[in-house]
C-alpha cells in the first residue's frame, strides 16, 4: 500500500488520467457521452483529464483538452465502409487499419489502440493512469508493458452484439459476413481477460463479461453511470404532443430493437392516425430500418433527427408522450435514464440490464419482453390511453434517477478504482458503499 499524498479530498495527491476514446459521437450513443460527461466530472473533482480520441471526436468542456488521433475514418457517416485510398495510408497504423479492414473486420479498435500506444510511449511521465473506454485492443498490454497502468471501462461485452446479429441474419453469407466483421472481439477478450482492472456498469454486464470475456470477477468492479438530473429536467412550459413516441437509435443494429418498435407502431396506426415517433439518430439509407418504415406505410409517421444540441434531445422528451427504449439487449441504457430523468413517462424492454436500471415494472417504467412487437404495441396502447397514469410513473422515474445516479457519484467511483489499480487502496475499500439498485455491490 502506498501513503497518500494529502492533496486531494480522499487524501491522496489527485491523478493525472489518460482516457482513451476510440470514437465519440457527441450526443447519440453511449460512448461520446460517457466520455464527456465523466471527463468534465474527473476535473470537477480536481483531476488532470486528456482525452486521446478517435472520429468522430467527442465535444468535451474547454478544461478538458483533446488529443486527436485520426484514424482512416472508414466508417464516417457520409461514406461508410468506403475503400481508403493507398495515398491516404501515412505510417504503420494507417496499414494496420487497412489491412485489417480488407480482411472484413471492423478495423477501430485494433488501429486506435495501437495509435494510442504510440502516442503515450513519448509521455509516459505525463500520466498515473490510463483509461481505455471499450476499446480493448492489443495497444493496451504494450501500454501496460512499457510501465504504465491500464483500467478500461466495458459497458457490455460486443460479444453479446455479435450473438444477436448472427442469429437474426437472413442467410449463411450474412452470418459468414458478420461472423468476419465481428472478428475484433476475439481480441478484446484476449486484452480483457489479462488486464488488472475492470470496471463495468451493470450486474447484468459484470455476468456478461465474465462469462463471455473469461475476466477474473476479482479483477472487476461496477460503476453505474450517471445522469444530470439539473440538465434533463421537465420542462413544464413545454406541452407533450398527442401521439407523440421517442426513442434513440445511434446505429441501425438489430441490438437496438428499433424493427420491433416500428411492427407495435404499425399495428397501433390501425387504432390511432397521431402517432408519431421521433428516432434520436441518423437513417441508415437501405437500411433494414428504412426497409421497415417503407414496408409497413410509417414514412409520414417516422422522423429522424441527428446532430441536434442537448437542449433539443431534452425538448424532444419533453414533447413525447411515451419514450421507449425497444432494445434487445442494453449493458446499462443512457437513454432510458436521460428519459427518465426528464420526467418522460419510459416504455422498455426488460433486455439485458434494462430492468436493474429503470426499476419496478408499473412503478417507475413500464416493461414488456424483449422482441415482442405484440407486448409492445399493447403497453404503448396503454400508456397513451392513460396519460395521468404514465406521467406519475414518469416522475416516479425522474425521482428514482435522482436518487441513484450522478456524474459526480459515477466519478467518484472511479477514482476509487484508479486507486484500486494503483495500488493506494483495497478493493473491498473501494467496494464500500457502492451498488447497483436491484444489483450487485461494487465489487459483485
Keep these: 500500500m502506498q501513503t497518500p499524498d494529502s492533496t486531494g479530498a480522499d487524501g491522496f495527491a489527485p491523478l493525472r488520467i489518460a482516457l482513451l476514446a476510440y470514437r465519440g459521437k457527441p450526443h447519440v450513443g453511449g460512448q461520446g457521452v460517457y466520455v464527456r460527461q465523466l471527463a468534465k466530472a474527473l476535473v470537477d473533482l480536481g483531476h488532470s483529464v486528456e482525452v486521446l480520441g478517435g472520429q468522430p471526436y467527442p465535444e468535451l468542456p474547454d478544461e478538458v483538452p483533446l488529443v486527436e488521433l485520426p484514424s482512416l475514418d472508414i466508417y464516417n457517416e457520409h461514406f461508410p465502409a468506403r475503400m481508403p485510398g493507398l495515398w491516404e495510408i501515412d505510417d504503420w497504423k494507417d496499414f494496420v487499419e487497412l489491412m485489417t479492414f480488407s480482411a472484413g ?81 476475439k481480441m478484446q477478450t484476449r486484452v480483457a481477460k489479462r488486464l488488472e482492472r475492470v470496471v463495468t456498469v451493470s450486474s447484468n454486464s459484470f455476468k456478461d463479461i465474465v462469462a463471455d470475456h473469461e475476466v477474473d470477477p476479482d479483477k472487476m468492479a461496477i460503476v453505474p453511470v450517471g445522469v444530470d438530473p439539473d440538465v434533463f429536467r421537465p420542462l413544464p412550459e413545454i406541452a407533450r404532443i398527442p401521439g407523440r413516441l421517442v426513442t434513440t437509435a445511434s446505429a441501425d443494429v438489430t441490438m437496438k430493437g428499433l424493427k420491433y418498435l416500428l411492427e407495435a407502431m404499425a399495428k397501433l396506426r390501425t387504432e390511432r392516425d397521431d402517432l408519431h415517433l421521433v428516432v434520436i439518430g441518423k437513417e441508415k439509407p437501405g437500411g433494414a430500418s428504412s426497409k421497415a418504415i417503407e414496408a409497413l406505410g410509417l414514412r409520414d409517421h417516422v422522423e429522424f433527427v441527428t446532430g441536434v444540441p442537448e437542449r433539443r434531445i431534452i425538448e424532444l422528451y419533453s414533447e413525447a408522450q411515451v419514450a421507449v427504449v425497444p432494445s ?71 425521482e428514482r434517477v435522482k436518487d441513484n445516479w450522478s456524474w459526480r457519484h459515477t466519478a467518484e467511483r472511479t477514482v476509487q478504482q484508479y486507486r484500486v489499480r494503483l495500488g493506494q487502496i483495497d478493493a473491498s475499500e473501494a467496494a464500500s458503499g457502492v451498488t447497483v439498485p436491484g444489483g450487485a455491490g461494487g465489487d459483485a
Aim: proline content about 7%.
Design 105 to 185: 473486420q471492423f478495423p477501430e479498435p485494433l488501429a486506435f489502440s495501437m495509435r494510442a500506444w504510440d502516442h503515450l510511449r513519448h509521455r509516459k511521465g505525463d500520466f498515473d493512469i490510463v483509461h481505455d473506454n471499450q476499446t480493448l485492443g492489443y495497444g493496451l498490454l504494450l501500454i501496460e508493458r512499457m510501465g504504465l497502468p491500464v483500467l478500461a471501462t466495458v459497458h457490455h461485452p460486443i460479444t453479446v452484439d455479435r450473438r444477436l446479429e448472427m442469429s437474426h441474419a437472413p442467410n449463411w453469407y450474412k452470418r459468414w459476413s458478420l461472423g468476419r466483421w465481428y472478428g475484433f472481439t
Design 328 to 398: 434487445l439487449y442494453e449493458g446499462f441504457s443512457l437513454p432510458a435514464i436521460e428519459a427518465m430523468s426528464c420526467g418522460c413517462p419510459l416504455v422498455a424492454t426488460t433486455g439485458g440490464a434494462i430492468p436493474e436500471v429503470v426499476g419496478a415494472d408499473g412503478e417507475t417504467a413500464m416493461l414488456v419482453p424483449p422482441g415482442d412487437s405484440d407486448a409492445l404495441a399493447s403497453r404503448l396502447r396503454d400508456a397513451l390511453e392513460d396519460p395521468d397514469g404514465s406521467q406519475k410513473i414518469g416522475l416516479a422515474g425522474r
